[in-house]
């Protein structure tokens, strides 16, 4: 069964600052990987997603993530986070079935 | 830009009453899905249609929820009757041809039962 694993319940960074969330994956094969964002209220955004090739995937809005296969992870980063950064972030593993989600990392912007 | 459209937003009803929301994918997407989003927690997959075809309905309580697609378009999940628990966000979205195609998610309607 695929599953995805989101360590850090809330993050609280200072605008301008770097950021990192993290996730861990469970999936038999090769996956494919998206990470999404959900301000309040809202449907989701897709930010990036990981399909295969090159290792390190570029999104919308400044944000990249990496594909660890070996440590089973695909962690979100931005160099240098915005006030408008402030949302729900949810990674996502989807194979042969349709997407199964981490319980999300809610970032808090700090001025 | 082509968006999922979902109505209504946000719906109040009491316990035992009826409801049905309503999802119009992107024009050409022929996989349709409904989540459940409780707040707090990520979405968790209701029900996957490819064209008018349930392909996945194993996470869907079928002794109160059904979800239709009739002519592999538009979508409507019902409740009823609906329980105290069924209050959370319900998303829709679609996508190209199946789950490894990114998928487009609606606004979402918020429900609260009471």
């Known amino acids: 069964a695929q599953s995805v694993t989101q360590p850090d319940i809330h993050i609280t960074v200072s605008e301008g600052a770097s950021l990192e969330l993290r996730c861990n994956y469970s999936?038999?094969?090769?996956?494919?990987l998206f990470w999404y964002v959900q301000s309040p209220g809202q449907g989701l955004q897709l930010l990036l997603k990981?399909?295969?090739?090159?290792?390190l995937v570029q999104g919308i809005k400044g944000f990249e993530a990496e594909f660890k296969r070996s440590q089973s992870s695909f962690n979100l980063r931005k160099p240098s986070v915005h006030w408008s950064d402030a949302a729900e972030y949810f990674c996502?593993?989807?194979?042969?079935?349709?997407?199964?989600f981490g319980s999300g990392t809610r970032l808090q912007v700090q001025p | 830009e082509a968006e999922v459209a979902q109505s209504p937003r946000y719906k109040i009803t009491e316990k035992s009453q009826a409801v049905a929301f309503w999802c119009d994918p992107i024009?050409?997407?022929?996989?349709l899905y409904w989540y459940r989003q409780i707040l707090g927690q990520g979405p968790e997959l209701l029900v996957q249609f490819q064209d008018e075809s349930v392909v996945d309905d194993s996470q869907l309580p079928k002794d109160r929820f059904s979800a239709e697609r009739l002519k592999g378009v538009d979508s409507t999940l019902k409740i009823q009757p609906a329980e105290l628990g069924d209050s959370a966000m319900y998303l829709c979205?679609?996508?190209?041809?199946?789950?490894?195609?990114?998928?487009?998610f609606g606004p979402g309607t918020r429900l609260t039962v009471t």
């Open positions: 990981y399909f295969s090739g090159d290792t």
């Open positions: 979205a679609s996508s190209l041809q199946g789950p490894t195609y990114e998928q487009y």
């Open positions: 999936y038999g094969a090769t996956p494919y």
């Open positions: 996502a593993v989807s194979g042969r079935r349709a997407l199964t």
């Open positions: 024009s050409g997407h022929a996989t």
